[in-house]
């Protein structure tokens, strides 16, 4: 028993206020391109707008019936699932940490970024489909990044979260906008945690397939292409077999033209990714759930612990951060009471420096009240946010150390059931 399975993500760019051009107009091409193809199952991100779901979902309500919008948050996920088959099960995680309130111009706080889940049965196949938008990366010095942190703890989770959930499920897909190029931490915890195989490597090899700022597309600005002349590779259709399943990769393309078709702009920011999987069910020597989960456990064990441990020491110079930023900011609310202490000392009665001395209170009660809570309240959640995936990292380098010396990885794979179709899946 087998079955292909068509599959496309995008970043549809579909940013509120003006920010995304011709958002309204390229929504309805982008509807327009999903209804000529054939696609079984597609992953969209950056619908922000209810409208602009409406408006894909309707164009394309003939070849991809069925669909979820994910609308938590407090301005929604921006995240959508389109299948040919029947979406039986749905749900979603909200990452533990996402930016910050104040940060306006970034706005990802107000985004409900998080884990997007849903299940479907197709052609036979128990099928588990994760979608995410991961914060976005505003400096690119890894040193500097004040977010760096916040997606290595979407990464963490989401891996945790795909492979505590998916063990008996006969195909996972993982796919989105992750922000973060393969040479980047949060992409191998995805990658080698989870684990998952990247179906542009599988395809293609681990050169090309950029599918943000690249010099092709009409909205890429000039400046993004001084630091990386091709672009970059953030979009990902990611994947893994369940217990006797055997998944591989026929292709994996970046099908959108440079332009749509008559005009002369792109689709969106960002290029889609479309990928064909060959999913078989193995009719030899069974193996159990048990022996595969141990499997799973095992596979790229080094890569596995080298990013792990990355990870822990990323996370560790957040919380030292986050520690620095606690004190500053209860020091600038004390400053702030101070100050407001001495606007209320008696001055002579002038109506405009009445005036003057009662927007000044109200400013610095505003910014001291602020400036205490994110103290108080934001700053511990966020270092309670880093310690627990901090305590996840630990666990998974100490199980993953006990297997190392138990036996050798290679050669224990071997001695599984089933390990030669196991095995076949990993990258070439």
């Not at 799973?296 to 930023?325: P, T, Y």
């Amino acid at each position: 028993m087998e079955a292909e399975v068509r599959i496309f993500t995008l970043n549809c760019w579909g940013l509120g206020m003006g920010i995304s051009k011709n958002r309204d107009e390229r929504m309805e091409d982008i509807g327009k391109y999903l209804a000529d193809q054939d696609f079984d199952i597609v992953f969209l991100q950056e619908i922000w707008k209810r409208n602009n779901f409406n408006t894909v979902k309707g164009l394309v309500s003939s070849v991809l019936p069925y669909s979820h919008f994910f609308d938590n948050g407090i301005i929604g996920t921006g995240t959508a699932i389109f299948t040919k088959v029947k979406i039986k099960d749905v749900t979603f995680h909200e990452f533990g940490l996402n930016g910050y309130p104040h940060k306006l111009l970034h706005g990802d706080w107000f985004g409900g970024k998080g884990l997007g889940v849903c299940q479907i049965d197709f052609k036979g196949f128990n099928i588990h489909l994760f979608v995410s938008h991961y914060h976005a990366t505003y400096d690119y010095n890894p040193l500097t990044d004040v977010y760096l942190g916040h997606r290595v703890v979407h990464s963490v989770e989401s891996a945790q979260w795909i492979k505590l959930s998916s063990s008996s499920a006969d195909l996972t897909i993982y796919a989105g906008d992750f922000n973060t190029e393969p040479k980047d931490v949060p992409y191998q915890i995805v990658r080698y945690v989870t684990p998952l195989c990247d179906s542009w490597v599988e395809a293609n090899g681990p050169d090309g397939g950029q599918t943000s700022e690249t010099p092709s597309n009409t909205y890429t600005a000039k400046s993004s292409l001084k630091e990386s002349p091709e672009g970059k590779r953030i979009d990902y259709i990611m994947y893994n077999s369940g217990p006797n399943i055997t998944a591989s990769t026929v292709y994996c393309e970046l099908p959108l033209p440079d332009r749509i078709p008559g005009k002369s702009i792109s689709y969106s920011d960002h290029e889609g990714v479309n990928s064909k999987l060959l999913i078989k069910r193995n009719t030899g020597e069974m193996i159990t759930s048990r022996d595969f989960v141990r499997m799973q456990s095992r596979k790229d064990l080094q890569s596995k612990l080298e990013c792990v441990e990355q990870g822990k020491e990323i996370l560790k110079n957040s919380l030292k951060s986050v520690r620095f930023a606690r004190i500053m900011y209860l020091l600038g609310a004390a400053l702030c009471l101070l100050l407001l202490v001495a606007a209320f000392l008696p001055t002579k009665e002038y109506i405009g420096l009445d005036i003057a001395l009662f927007v000044l209170r109200l400013g610095l009660i505003v910014t001291g009240t602020y400036l205490f809570l994110m103290s108080l309240l934001f700053f511990r959640k966020e270092r309670h946010a880093l310690n627990g995936t901090l305590a996840c990292l630990e666990l998974l380098l100490e199980s993953g150390a006990e297997s190392e010396l138990s036996f050798d990885n290679g050669a224990a794979i071997r001695d599984f059931p089933g390990a030669g179709d196991f095995q076949g899946a990993e990258d070439p």
